[in-house]
């Protein structure tokens, strides 16, 4: 798949051959007539075991295949730092991940639109979510079993399915979790996982596992490979790029001409003919961006890096989720002999109407900034969910119950500290910086306390003893109740300029004529839960846009 023999001019270089990377780098090559160069710091790491287990994810978080990035310490979380992990591979963080394959909330991504991009709706990004994964049940008898539709919808390269499924012992506790969220008004979804009509309710889990093989699914095994079968693709591994190289403005916008790029020690200089596409991740992509001379001014100036444009955007509208697990354990119930770890279902849910009516008036100040408008204008329809709880069983009678809230309101940073492009950057995620963040966590943790004495789960949990004040609550939160996902994005966002945008709506740079980000940096809003399905579906269609097949 990689290559030694890397070209020195090429029509598209794709800086990256992550996620997003692979994604377009497959679908240029349909056209065999067009140059396609991946550059990817990582090696090829595509039938290593690790990656390839399907349960030993954790365990590649701070390994070797990891860019080991580090936030500064959390004012609003007691001053702990955190580690966020990103994949340094082919495949990049899709190769490390959890592999939890969430499509989006519709209305997350109107509220893409709702922030200045009016092409970027729920309707014109879903049939790319279409065209990027294949959705197959473990045995049709057993999805039945949990009214799982198994009809789909989608037909693309990434293989999902429903891990907890394929064993029937493991339906007793999925059903029960069902039940428990249908006694809160949050009813069953099954069928088609991109459910148009509501958002809330439980639903199975699914993964980008294949369920013949049993190995992650992945943008390496599955466009990687698509990609790297054709002549006119190709992928060098263990490549970092240093920087985009631009040519002095004549016209209005700065054209990029390639990038310099250390291979085997050796610094190279590669050309475009026609674009240079940065899917280098949340952290590298705009530390590329500003190390190319495109940020603040004020800062690019004080290290010493000469400023091709001033957008002080590049950086900021950092966002992240956050999630706060509780573990407890599994009653020695009949139901539950035989079941096997791994994570059984989700849940979408939403505070009661009134309270977050109050809540949102108190801590929203005006003017209201667009991003706050537009989490409201979500969290407000009655369809849709403000948190996502999940519920993983462990090897032993070991259980945690996880939740995350769907949309902070919480905006941070991240910056180099210095022109070496080996230096890492200074992540700031600001988090609980936003009043709301704390005061929604709290109350959904509440609920998440609260769950293993439901009606329907009692039977089979052994009851917990976690402080359901709302005050101690934020307390422990803040202290060590709360830690970091990792679905850092936002960081080039796709904005209007006076918004802070770093892209316009077809992802190309402002002030250049051939630069693109192709990456979770340009989410405007971060989705609604884990991001890779969303990653998918932005990459399939900026190729679409790239390739002009589409015009937005
Ligand atoms: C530990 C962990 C668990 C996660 N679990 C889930 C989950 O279960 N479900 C989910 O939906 N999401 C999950 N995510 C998030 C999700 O995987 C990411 O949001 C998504 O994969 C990001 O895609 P990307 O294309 O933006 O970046 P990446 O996939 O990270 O791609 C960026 C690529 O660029 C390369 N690169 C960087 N700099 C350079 C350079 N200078 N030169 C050349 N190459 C470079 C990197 O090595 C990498 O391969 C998880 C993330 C982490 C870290």
Redesign the pocket.
Known sequence: MASNTTPSIVDYII???????LVVASRLSEDPQTQVLV????SNISTDPRVQDVNG?LG??GSDL??NFKTIPQPGMNGREYA???????????A???????PPAPAGIDGWAKLGNPRWTWTSLVPYLRKSYTITCPDPSICSDIAVDEKSSASGPIQVTYPALEKKKNHVLIQAWNNAFKEMGFDYTGGDILAEEKTIGSRPYT?SIDPNSGYRSS?DVEYGALASKRGNVTITTE????RVLFSSSESENWVATGVD?LVNGQTATIQAAKEVIL????F??P??LELSGIGDKDRLTGLGIPVVIDNPGVGENLQNHLMSLYPVSLNSHPDLEGITPGIYAIALIRLDPDEQEKLLNQHISSPRKPHEKAIQSIIEQPNEASALLYLWVMPGNGCVLGMIPCFPFSRGSTHISSAD?NAKPITDPRFFSHDLDIEIMARHAQTLHNLPSAPALQPYFQQGSRATDLEATKKFLREEGAEM?????GTAPMLPREDGGVVDQDLKVYETENVRV????VFPLISS?????T?YAV?ERAADLIREFEDV
């Open positions: 800086v990256g051959g992550g996620t997003a990377g550059l990817e710091s990582g994810w590649l978080l990891d860019w966020h992990g990103a994949g340094k591979a082919l495949g990049g963080t899709s490390i991940n959890g592999m939890a394959f969430t993964a943008a490549a970092t790029v240093l790029v899917a280098a991740g949340t590298n992509t530390k590329l492009p996902a990792h679905h850092a994005c192709v990456d979770a940096s839960a884990n991001p890779m399905a990653m990459a």
